[in-house]
């Protein structure tokens, strides 16, 4: 009895351990994808609201996952699954403008995740290569200006 006692005890102190670090994540950093959970993108093939119970702060935003795989997944390889321009819309970027992103409105090109600030953006993305070459330029330019 003493022994299960003991490895019950371990068990937990592991589960502490373990989980603190998700627990400090959850407690700071701007909401990212307005709540949306990047994983699912890639997983399901569409957005799915996340859970403040599954969240991780990864580049100073607080992203928020369906379940604890997804934040695993994310945890283990963020810049895989985050969007390339946090909280803008890629085609407005394209052109040289700063819009918010709307995370209903995405897709999936070369292995990355793009938002867009309107149902148009990821049809015309996905007909020109070139425009997330000239967001990603613009990118950089405006984030040198903040």
């Not at 003991?6 to 998700?22: E, K």
């Not at 963020?78 to 918010?100: I, N």
């Amino acid at each position: 009895m003493q022994y299960l006692s003991r490895i019950c005890q371990i068990i937990i102190s592991l589960s502490i351990v373990i989980a603190a670090p998700f627990v400090a994540a959850a407690e700071t950093g701007k909401l990212a994808l307005r709540g949306y959970d990047p994983v699912n993108y890639f997983t399901q093939g569409q957005p799915a609201k996340g859970s403040p119970e599954f969240s991780y702060v990864w580049d100073g935003e607080r992203y928020l996952f369906a379940n604890a795989t997804h934040r695993e997944m994310f945890a283990s390889d963020p810049a895989r699954y985050a969007p390339q321009f946090p909280g803008h819309c890629a085609a407005s970027l394209a052109a040289g403008h700063v819009v918010a992103a709307n995370p209903e409105h995405w897709v999936i090109l070369n292995g990355k995740l793009y938002l867009f600030g309107g149902p148009g953006g990821p049809e015309s993305f996905r007909d020109d290569p070139r425009l997330a070459r000239s967001a990603e330029m613009n990118w950089l330019r405006i984030r040198k200006s903040e």
